[in-house]
C-alpha cells in the first residue's frame, strides 16, 4: 500500500534557507538549472514525493552545496 499524501517521510529540503543564504531568487535558480517555479517551489515546500538525481544534481551546482546541505533528515512527527 502506498503512503497517504500526509504522511511525514522524515526528509526536509533546505532550498529555501539555501536560496536566501546566497542572495539568490527561485526565479533565477529556475533559468540557472532548467526546471519550472512551480517545481522548484514544490520542492522548497517540502510537498516534493520525488526528485530527479539530475534535478538534484543541477540544483547542488547551481547553488554549490552538497545533496546533505539541500536535503536532511527531520524528526518524525
Known amino acids: 500500500m502506498p503512503p ?3 504522511d511525514d517521510d522524515g ?3 533546505r532550498l529555501d534557507e ?3 543564504e546566497r542572495g539568490m531568487t527561485l526565479t533565477r535558480l ?5 526546471v519550472s517555479i512551480v517545481n522548484l517551489s514544490v520542492l ?3 510537498r516534493a514525493r520525488a526528485i530527479r538525481f ?9 547553488l554549490d552545496c552538497e ?3 539541500l536535503l536532511v533528515r527531520a524528526p518524525r512527527g
Open 11 to 13: 526528509i526536509r529540503c
Open 4 to 6: 497517504a499524501e500526509t
Open 67 to 69: 545533496v546533505g546541505e
Open 44 to 46: 522548497k515546500n517540502d
Open 54 to 62: 539530475s534535478t538534484l544534481r543541477a540544483i547542488c551546482d547551481a
Open 30 to 34: 529556475s533559468e540557472l538549472v532548467g
Open 18 to 20: 539555501l536560496l536566501a
